[in-house]
């Protein structure tokens, strides 16, 4: 089976060298498997001539007609080849075998069309018929001019086996008709495979075996019209899509953890004297973590784990924990951030704790003068420096450590993959930590994640008042206002997000010059601030640390403020035209407030009406604060993006059917069997490493 579905393109029988193939090529079309992994945009079935009124409605039809009249118009706004002016066509004919009439439509068609049609009487015509208005119509039709001598005088007779049309998507400028002269050169044998998983797998899915569904969905059998057959062929491939990808994540966890690493044997009073550090008591979760992370470290391979949780539930507590158990060993730390203002924060939340411990902390950010940086990277080199915080300035080729053995990585997400591999490869077998503040609903940790070792947090500090959430539009806005008011009165201070910097004629949003002015002009007697991703790292810095000293009531701000700044008096966050931001981004905004002992608020201001949808996807933050129903929300929105490839989409997207949202099921059932067939049928995950292994994809991001 594997081998013939390895057969090179060019060595089918009856394949030439041609544009076509190499275009294919390029699209990384090289094999047999690869023609079968592109599938069909639809089927139908092939149309047989009959009257007008025995058509259905978004099906293809044939039929044959007299031409009673045809018009055309010029359309200057589109020209041909030559600068010719294109024609829109409209032609009426009346049924050879009835009394029906139906239109005829061909846009932007080059006046030769026109002359045909002109002296045209008989036209036999296929394309799909559309209800307009309560009459029959087709538009750009295929059609061919007939002479009556020629038309059968009665309706020829219904085929048995009339076959099928296929509509394949252009690939790189092969259109649907050239692909299939590929298609229909595949030798009978490679639509007989075997089928590789056991009966009572393909029972439990509901799924036609492998062979049948390729047939299926290729439109190669009667059947394959039926939409149940469809159905059950499309869960077979669904489901051979989410196994590939598993021993995929499987191959690239092995080659990840193949180097060695340094092994630290964590003790149970390590972990407590640490602990203590911080003047709260550990949650549950974070002490589970902490757990996972010791076991992690002890290992002899690179940790590579994610921390995953709600913003404030205390991931970077474990994070520093962690690290100092690290430094104990006698190794290095680096903590890398995505923003300066998060870096900073860090920095100064955790440079006390540090030194206390008897380890020497420092910061590495892009605004450092070159004299200062070059000062700082001699010290992490000569081993000066234990714990270092910075940005993408840690990963830059002058920096090195003397003795790196663990990396924390805040706000993942913001990072590539190339640039956490560039900052663990400073070190030898680095263990690796990496944080995000957006849960990871299951079906993604089993995909985009599924390489990372996963510890969740979900339980949150004591003491934490919590955070109500409310939508604002033009008939409570003056309430708002007012509350803003009261709040400021009461010494406590509030965030305004915007989603632009300036006025976008475009784009009808709100921006952050208009509201900086129009709250200036509502509270002339409050200390209002901007800030915005384009200002200066100094400008942006001074910012965070006004408002963190209470210089500032009201800060407006782009969503730079999602991570980086963490101010406890700050109890109001206000997003204007919420419906401009993704789910996880609003919940991520709103994890900026009510992170002490006062409530937080959470305003979702509509300057307009907003559609019903985009209000409905604003009622679930109201009506919940859970990060993983949110997040669950948010991955049905925007789609589960690409998991192999550095792209979010692309060159790979005409071959996928699976779908993480649609699919979950099946997802969660090749896992489950995948753990099964290591104990009974292991011949299956090695027929598919093989399989994979030619994939380059398994290796695109190691």
């Given at each position: 089976m594997f081998d013939s579905l390895q057969t090179p393109i060019n060595e089918l029988k009856g394949v030439r060298k041609s544009k076509s193939l190499e275009r294919l090529n390029q699209a990384g079309l090289n094999k047999v498997e690869d023609l079968l992994w592109v599938l069909p945009l639809r089927l139908q079935k092939n149309p047989e001539i009959t009257t007008f009124d025995n058509g259905n409605p978004d099906e293809l039809f044939m039929g044959i007609g007299k031409l009673l009249n045809v018009e055309s118009y010029p359309n200057h706004r589109v020209k041909g080849k030559g600068g010719v002016t294109l024609q829109n066509v409209s032609a009426i004919l009346q049924d050879y075998y009835s009394e029906e009439h139906l239109t005829l439509k061909w846009f932007n068609s080059y006046p030769s069309i026109v002359a045909k049609l002109r002296k045209a009487e008989f036209l036999e015509f296929e394309g799909v018929l559309q209800n307009y208005r309560g009459s029959f119509q087709i538009l750009?039709?295929?059609?061919?001019?007939?002479?009556e001598a020629d038309i059968p005088h009665s309706l020829p007779e219904p085929s048995e086996n009339p076959g099928i049309k296929i509509q394949y998507p252009t690939i790189n400028g092969v259109d649907s008709n050239n692909f299939k002269k590929?298609?229909?050169?595949?030798p009978k044998e490679i639509w007989n495979i075997s089928e590789y998983l056991p009966d009572h797998i393909l029972e439990e899915a509901h799924m036609h075996d492998l062979p049948t569904a390729l047939k299926i969905i290729h439109g190669q059998v009667l059947e394959s019209l039926?939409?149940?057959?469809?159905?059950?062929?499309?869960?077979?491939?669904?489901?051979?899509e989410f196994l590939r990808e598993q021993i995929m994540i499987k191959a690239r966890r092995e080659l990840e953890k193949k180097p060695t690493s340094p092994t630290f044997d964590i003790s149970k009073e390590q972990l407590e004297k640490h602990s203590a550090l911080f003047p709260y008591e550990l949650t549950v979760d974070q002490k589970k973590s902490l757990e996972d992370i010791k076991t992690d470290l002890s290992l002899g391979h690179p940790m590579m784990r994610m921390i995953q949780g709600d913003v404030g539930c205390g991931k970077t507590t474990v994070a520093a924990i962690a690290s100092l158990c690290v430094l104990d060993k006698g190794f290095q730390a680096a903590l890398m951030c995505p923003t300066e203002s998060l870096a900073l924060q860090h920095y100064r939340g955790l440079k006390d704790l540090i030194e206390k411990s008897g380890y020497t902390v420092d910061l590495l950010v892009g605004s450092l003068s070159p004299k200062e940086k070059a000062a700082r990277q001699q010290k992490l080199a000569n081993g000066e420096v234990d714990f270092v915080i910075g940005t993408h300035a840690l990963f830059q080729d002058s920096v090195s450590f003397k003795k790196l053995g663990f990396v924390v990585i805040d706000e993942q997400h913001k990072f590539g993959v190339d640039q956490r591999l560039k900052l663990v490869s400073k070190g030898e077998g680095v263990h690796c930590l990496t944080m995000t503040a957006t849960p990871i609903p299951r079906s993604l940790s089993l995909t985009q994640y599924g390489d990372l070792d996963l510890s969740v947090i979900k339980t949150m500090p004591a003491g934490r008042k919590g955070i109500k959430t409310r939508i604002v539009n033009p008939d409570n806005f003056q309430n708002f206002l007012t509350f803003i008011n009261t709040r400021i009165g009461m010494k406590e201070q509030v965030y305004?997000?915007?989603?632009?910097?300036?006025?976008?004629?475009e784009m009808d949003i709100v921006n952050l010059e208009n509201v900086h002015k129009r709250f200036n002009e509502i509270f002339p007697h409050h200390r209002i601030l901007a800030l915005h991703g384009q200002q200066k790292p100094e400008e942006k810095n001074d910012a965070y640390t006004k408002f963190a000293a209470h210089e500032v009531d009201i800060l407006i701000s782009t969503s730079v403020i999602e991570v980086g700044i963490n101010v406890p008096n700050a109890t109001v966050m206000a997003i204007m035209n919420p419906d401009r931001f993704g789910l996880s981004s609003l919940h991520q905004l709103r994890g900026r407030v009510g992170r002490g002992e006062k409530p937080g608020f959470c305003f979702l201001v509509n300057d307009k009406k907003i559609s019903p949808e985009a209000e409905g996807r604003l009622e679930i933050l109201e009506k919940t604060n859970d990060g993983f129903v949110i997040a669950e929300e948010d991955l049905k929105n925007r789609g589960q993006g690409n998991i192999f490839g550095k792209e979010q989409s692309g060159s790979e997207e005409y071959r996928k059917i699976a779908n993480i949202i649609e699919h979950q099921d099946l997802l969660f059932t090749v896992k489950d069997d995948l753990l099964k067939f290591e104990n009974t049928n292991p011949e299956i995950i090695e027929y598919l490493s093989e399989v994979v292994s030619k994939d380059q994809r398994v290796f695109s991001t190691i």
């Open positions: 750009n039709p295929k059609f061919n001019i007939l002479d590929f298609i229909d050169k595949l039926d939409s149940r057959n469809r159905d059950l062929a499309k869960r077979r491939l669904v489901y051979e305004v997000v915007v989603p632009a910097i300036t006025e976008n004629p």
